[in-house]
């Protein structure tokens, strides 16, 4: 049978076409099919829908953000002497994991080596040896936090930065190729590390394969070979998801930052990073308000309702401590979950295309979850009726049973009086229900 193209959409396509907020980054990258994995393998990370992202380093000792050494220029020495401090007293990775589970997370994303080069595992490949292992601590972060994950059954994720501000040659490759080419074979070599040492890792996230701070993960490709490196990646781990920051067009999208999600679904494997605090810093930063409960249960929603991940990302201090306000809105989170994680775990987005702040769907076998983000707007919503199916019954969580009111174009809902917060709603189908499983678009980049 002769294979189905995937659509192609572009930038402005999304945009308009699908009315979204979504703002993948580095789309256009290099295409190769011999890495792409199957929508099969991509299946239990599109199932597991929550992550947890964590950012901890050197910067977490001065709190001014991960990217604190390039803005505020601090000098080389003055900077990696912070190496000799960075030794958390009292602390076991065991209670970001434990956090994780509590938070209600499938799987986890920890920096292993942010652009300031620092490596939090006993990694031969980094230049200087500037290590966790080899430098005060003497730990191997990386290890124990894959340790204590698969203890707790959680999926491992690397976050991996190829380039590195302690080269002179990351700002000026092509003036000083030689420099350059010593941060590429720390990158080759420290992926390959990453990959071998740890297999099977569940995901490889990069960030930061651009160059001298200008383009786009994209425009470097022709420095970092993405399509090379990953092979290398996949060598290891042929199952592995890789996102798309390494110039290679990747296994799933990415959108990052707390901008508000809205527009239609994007039936694509697409994941939205975000921090739980202000977004201002990935790091520990002290006093970093946290975000309100209602407008993260918002959040989470709207990412799921349009068919995409949620990973959500802390910064712990310099001893490797979460704050005890993060903590708490972790596990208000996670508590909402074990209650209500029905409609958000092995779903996907739709059947019906959410309308921005009133409502939107998921939908698992013949079952869909209506999230109803403004009950009072809701009431006047006209549902289009499912195609080729039939509603049996609509009931609340509790199993209240939610009048349904046939009106011409579909069917309206009479919701008890409640004021709960994404009031769900279940639909319980005469047949597994059939989404808009269009999962062939390719965006682009193009605008
Ligand atoms: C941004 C930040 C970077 C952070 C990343 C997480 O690119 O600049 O510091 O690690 O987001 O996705």
């Known amino acids: 049978m002769e294979r189905k193209l995937p659509r192609e959409m572009t930038g402005a396509e999304l945009k308009s076409m699908l009315k979204s907020s979504i703002n993948f980054k580095s789309l256009g990258g290099i295409r190769c099919e011999e890495l792409n994995l199957s929508p099969k393998d991509k ?118 930065s190829p380039m590195d501000w302690r080269f002179p040659g990351y700002f000026d490759p092509k003036g000083l190729p030689e420099n350059a080419a010593l941060m590429k074979e720390q990158c080759y070599r420290q992926v390959e590390e990453l990959c071998s040492k740890f297999a099977p890792v569940d995901i490889l996230w990069y960030d930061g394969g651009w160059l001298a701070h200008k383009g786009s993960d994209v425009t470097s490709a022709w420095f970092w070979e993405p399509v090379k490196l990953n092979k290398i990646a996949r060598s290891y781990n042929p199952k592995m998801l890789i996102n798309p920051r390494s110039g290679w067009e990747g296994d799933f999208y990415c959108d990052e930052g707390s901008h508000e999600i809205s527009g239609k679904i994007i039936p694509v494997p697409w994941e939205k990073n975000m921090c739980i605090c202000s977004g201002c810093s990935w790091g520990w930063m002290p006093e970093d308000p946290v975000s309100d409960f209602n407008w993260l249960i918002s959040m989470m929603v709207n990412v799921v309702c349009r068919d995409g991940n949620w990973l959500v990302n802390i910064g712990p201090d310099r001893n490797g401590k979460i704050s005890k306000e993060i903590t708490e809105r972790m596990r208000q989170i996670g508590a909402w979950l074990s209650e209500y994680g029905e409609s958000i775990y092995g779903t996907r987005g739709g059947p019906f295309e959410p309308v921005d702040n009133v409502y939107g769907s998921t939908y698992k076998k013949d079952k869909v979850y209506l999230h109803i983000l403004d009950t009072a707007a809701f009431e006047h919503e006209i549902i289009p009726k499912p195609k080729d199916n039939e509603i049996l019954r609509a009931s609340m969580f509790d199993s209240t049973i939610v009048e349904i009111q046939d009106c011409q174009g579909g069917f309206r809902l009479k919701l008890p009086k409640t004021v709960n917060l994404d009031t769900i709603v279940i639909l319980k189908m005469k047949k597994e229900v059939i989404g808009c499983n269009d999962t062939d678009i390719h965006f682009t980049g193009k605008e």
């Not at 499938?106 to 006993?122: C, E, I, P, Q, R």
Request: proline content about 2%; some cysteine; aromatic content about 18%.
């Open 43 to 160: 299946q239990w990370w599109r199932d597991a829908k929550i992550g947890l992202f964590i950012h901890w380093g050197l910067y977490s000792i001065l709190g001014r953000g991960e990217w604190v050494r390039y803005n505020e220029k601090i000098p080389k020495e003055e900077y990696e002497a912070l190496a000799d401090e960075f030794i958390p007293e009292d602390f076991s990775v065991k209670e970001w994991i434990e956090l994780a589970k509590d938070f209600g997370a499938k799987y986890a994303v920890m920096v292993t080596k942010h652009h300031d080069g620092f490596s939090l595992w006993n990694s031969e490949g980094s230049y200087e040896h500037f290590t966790s292992y080899h430098r005060g601590a003497h730990r191997d972060f990386v290890k124990e936090y894959v340790d204590a994950c698969r203890a707790a059954g959680l999926r491992v994720g690397l976050y991996y």
